[in-house]
């Protein structure tokens, strides 16, 4: 069968492996895995995940969260609950599953205490700590203990411990142990201020894929939710976190011209692909084309990805079909509203991109 | 009325007036104006661009042909239709409406030849041609007339002229008068190859926003295709083509963190505002904050946008909610499912983003 391109499909047993990988990795070392659904965004995936062994599932997003809990009815949302139709949406949702929320700010607190006070409903709060990514969480072990103390005097929340987001660690294992020590120093001054006020810390919950399989060297951490490990991409491919087998979602693209000279174009622009860069390897271009190793993906417009095919001893032809591996897969997936699912043995599915584009 | 946040409000007054500003240009200067649909995907903007003298709708995918025949009964895809399901899908609405597409392969027209005889329907055809953009388009006049004698010989399929893209084409006005120069010679080269043959050039079709309202420079030019005036962005703001004030289409979002020092961070990230960044000043960030004008958007991660409030004398509070201007609205626009339609004196009305997300 070969759906219209450009499209998006899964190979159903690279996920099964991807998912078994880590699960056996945080059963090894008694981590509660939650993994991270914005990559797949599909309540089926994310039943796979619940039936592999899951504690729960990770979002972004309150509308996402009403997405999940199809497929769990233990849901945390790794993002402040700031703005009324957020804090309102979760309150709701807190009527009928166990949910937790991350946060930095008195804001937040205040914001998420006049929702839930209204439904008369009870939600987790992890406090949110920066460990050097920079981008949301409090800075500084006091400021954190400051946050705990103000969401334990909250009515209707129920502080739980903290979130972490190891997204600027990275590198080869040697290097990410040197950063992770660093880590388990900052936690450990956490726990000890933590530990002095009495505060509960049930929860220490770090993310990324990059670290996932480095979280055991920070012995606090008892959960973890890396999202792309369930796909893979060119990103966790070339930043040595997997292999290009290990890549499970890939666009189907047809060559619809080959009139300039060294160049083919196929029919995955910038608005199935997305124009993000590979990370490690900014210059290798918008994507890997699986069968054509030397190709380079050089320019993408909305509709259109320009391939450089001047390396390559045999060059795609119109009409050809090819397959790429997307640099990120988690926004790609977020441009489809449905995807392709492919069992051995069975017709593909198409199935339902579930949390995307979602109101609130 | 405060939708929630992460979310796309257009402007009907703006939206208006540059619909009319276009439309004018066209008018005056005898032009045929098919406003490329790629940018709002919205039946309803098709249905006021047609309302105000467009000949036509133009498009990229064969889905957005059939969602826009809801708008307009003569489309062109600028896009060349090859894949057999959207040679089919074409030649299938060929029944109902006018359809004109683009093309540059003998293997193009060999496949929508084949859609159409089984269907017993007529499209016409556009031979692509490359002005110097080096996407796609036949590379020389010889090529040219090549491909559209191919076309006449082709049961099914009518010649109806040519296609030109000067999406390179930009600068200044004095600027753009020299590039256009450039491009006069070279369609008169066409046209010299074309009547010595007696080949049909009904139309003679140019593209791209930048250099619009250049097209009368090239006398032969007699239709349009711009997208993105209808709501304009970053692009074509630092560009020099618009002003901010003529940017009908926000983005607006909410701060939830304010947790690292000069920093805040709102919620439209990468799968809001996408990665694209501003073609003529690919420093400025990754959008315009309307109220903070220097305030710098300088990194997105998915649901995430950090910004640099340090140069800000006011800054932006946590739960304030700013507007964004996107770098490039058209790939913005297709990330949302609906978008708010704000008129004066009514409650903003929520539209779906008709033709984003289609299988083919």
Sequence with gaps: MHPATPCLIVDSQVVQNNLERMQTYADKHGLRLRPHTKTHKSIHVGRLQMELGSKGLTVAKAGEAAVMSNASSDIMM??????????????????????????????AVDQLQQAVDRLGVTIGVLVDFDLGYGRTGVQSAEASVALAEYVERASGLRLDGMMLYAGHISGSPESQREQMAKVKGQVDELLTAWDAKGLCRDIISSGSTPSAMASHLVPAVNEIRPGTYVYNDMNIVRGGYATLDDCAARIEATVISAAVKDQVVVDAGSKTLTSDL????????????????????FRLTEEHAQVDVSQCE?????????SIIPNHICVCVNMQTSFWWSEPGEEMRLMPVDSRGLLV
Excluded: N, W
Aim: aromatic fraction near 6%; hydrophobic fraction near 35%; charge should be negative.
């Design 78 to 107: 790794a993002y402040p609950p700031v703005g009324p139709e957020r804090a309102e949406m979760l309150a709701e949702l807190a009527k009928r599953i166990q949910l937790t929320v991350a946060l930095d700010s008195e804001f």
């Design 278 to 297: 590979c990370g490690p390897a900014p210059d290798s271009g918008h994507g890997y084309l699986v069968d054509y190793p030397e190709a380079r993906i």
């Design 314 to 322: 045999r060059r795609p032809q119109i009409g050809e079909r090819v």
